[in-house]
């Protein structure tokens, strides 16, 4: 009484089911996707919908941004203007003396 299948086979469909299933985990995973518990957690509740699994994997496979590369870099001159008038306004608020803000004006200046 043989029907033709084998443990063996059954266990290999599961395991390939598995694999198939939590796929967009795993590319998130390897990519270090910053939202991989999230995908994890669409594509465990909603996979089995299709559409979740389909959601998981486009996300999963999404652009990652550092976060290095998105803020513009402004040149060094910009900043110590910036920091020029922060010491200025702590100085009109009373935070820090006269003497402290000529000090540190004069660093930025020559730096």
């Known amino acids: 009484m043989n029907d033709g299948s084998s443990p ?4 290999f469909l599961l395991a390939a089911s598995f694999a198939i299933y939590f796929l967009p985990t795993f590319i998130a995973a390897k990519r270090g996707h910053p939202n991989g518990t999230s995908i994890f957690l669409l594509d465990l509740f909603l996979g089995w919908t299709g559409i979740g699994w389909l959601a998981a994997l486009i996300w999963s496979a999404s652009a990652i941004r550092n ?7 402004e040149p060094a001159k910009t900043d110590a203007y910036g920091k020029l008038e922060r010491l200025a306004a702590l100085k009109d608020k009373g935070h820090i003396t006269p003497e402290e803000y000529e000090r540190e004006k004069a660093k930025l200046l020559n730096s």
């Open 8 to 11: 063996l086979a059954g266990l």
């Open 67 to 73: 976060e290095s590369e998105s803020a513009p870099t």
